[in-house]
């Protein structure tokens, strides 16, 4: 069983940045293609990207692109989010999330979930 547990959620200003981690473990990383979701009061969970195994291929939302960074640390058992320029629209619960094979963008395909941390982003 795969556990995922997600940390460095906060509240920052407006054009600040926060940087999410997500620490794996029961399987290792390098197996895992990893993803990132977040959900808004109200909103439905929405994909902000994922990355593959080995971190050779990434790939974000548009509302996020040019803005947030994944990547990943598989000897830490570790994947990030590196978020810069935030807006208040960004405030949301983020989650990891895992998956056996490649990235996908629908949540539907991730069986492995962290408990989510919260980002507020005040304007």
């Known amino acids: 069983q795969v556990q995922l547990v997600e940390s460095g959620g906060g509240l920052v200003q407006a054009g600040g940045s926060l940087r999410l981690s997500c620490t794996t473990s029961?399987?290792?990383?390098?197996?895992?293609?990893m993803g990132w979701f977040r959900q808004a009061p109200g909103k439905e969970r929405e994909f902000v990207g994922a990355?593959?195994?080995?971190?050779?291929?990434?790939y974000y939302a548009n509302s996020v692109k040019g803005r947030f960074t994944i990547s990943r640390d598989n000897a830490k058992n570790t994947v990030y989010l590196q978020m810069n320029s935030l807006k208040s629209e960004d405030t949301a619960v983020y989650y990891c999330?895992?998956?056996?094979?490649?990235?996908?963008?629908?949540?539907?395909?991730?069986?492995?979930w962290g408990q989510g941390t919260q980002v507020t982003v005040s304007s």
């Open positions: 999330a895992a998956r056996a094979n490649g990235l996908d963008d629908n949540f539907d395909e991730y069986p492995y």
């Open positions: 029961g399987r290792t990383v390098s197996t895992l293609g």
């Open positions: 990355i593959s195994r080995y971190g050779n291929s990434r």
